[in-house]
């Protein structure tokens, strides 16, 4: 099966008008997750792609042009199952791929040729959200083990350079599991994650965490948002979590369209 990718334009009016649908992919399986815009006009799409129901995934490179059809797909990865976890846009619009659970990095051009293939760690990491940073380089965020004092999954925080080397890493949470979804550079030079953080063994809260430039934790809010954030121009937030939050430069809530926090 194919994946579905949808052009949107905005019109005059409220609503949004769906200018045309394509289903793409040459394999049996065919899942995009992330699309790119390019100077070009047209569209890169990253995701992951079999060509059997019994698994087998490798990671999927597919440039569209401006109505969807297909200029180039082609598979990447290796022997053993790739999994995508998430993408970004470099500066050089290059992308960077997360994945296989272990802070895979790989880095392809434009054309989907791989740059270089890192990984950076041998044990879990569900890596949920990448960003590019001022520097060049790269800012991710996600699940982590942590077996010191005891074994716990941990929000975790990386920032790599354009190479793809680790700068430097932290984690963040309590005795009970804790995730990253989404993170983003602030206009100070540091960093702000949303998230969740678990209560207890049948309950969580959303987590908003805000950070310096190395990751030390300058103030963290709960009940604020965790499934996207950006940094607004007034200092504050726009995120989301079964709905649309802005919150000060704090973290606190200013408004919702949610009744469901």
């Not at 992330?34 to 999927?60: A, C, H, K, Q, R």
């Not at 290796?78 to 960077?96: I, M, T, Y």
Request: hydrophobic share 30%; glycine share 12%; aromatic share 12%.
């Amino acid at each position: 099966f194919g994946f579905a990718m949808i052009n949107i334009v905005s019109s005059q009016d409220p609503y949004i008008n769906e200018e045309w649908n394509k289903i793409l992919g040459s394999q049996l399986v065919n899942d995009g997750y992330s699309v790119f815009p390019m100077d070009d006009g047209n569209y890169t799409i990253l995701g992951e792609t079999s060509s059997s129901w019994e698994g087998g995934y490798d990671l999927l490179f597919m440039k569209v042009d401006k109505i969807g059809n297909i200029i180039k797909e082609a598979s990447f990865g290796g022997p053993e199952d790739n999994s995508f976890e998430c993408a970004e846009k470099s500066a050089d619009s290059n992308f960077l791929v997360v994945c296989d659970y272990n802070l895979r990095l790989i880095k392809l051009d434009s054309s989907g040729n791989i740059l270089w293939d890192k990984t950076l760690k041998n044990d879990l990491r569900v890596s949920h959200s990448i960003r590019s940073t001022k520097d060049g380089g790269f800012i991710i965020t996600g699940r982590g083990s942590r077996y010191y004092p005891k074994y716990t999954q941990d929000l975790f925080l990386s920032k790599v350079d354009s190479e793809g080397n680790l700068e430097w890493e932290k984690f963040y949470g309590g005795p009970l599991g804790d995730d990253g979804f989404s993170v983003d550079e602030t206009s100070d030079g540091g960093y702000i994650i949303v998230g969740q953080t678990q209560l207890n063994a049948n309950s969580y809260s959303s987590w908003m965490i805000k950070t310096d430039s190395d990751g030390n934790k300058l103030w963290e809010n709960s009940n604020s948002g965790c499934d996207y954030i950006e940094e607004t121009s007034d200092g504050g937030f726009i995120t989301t979590c079964f709905g649309l939050i802005k919150t000060d430069s704090l973290g606190n809530v200013i408004w919702t369209d949610s009744e469901s926090l």
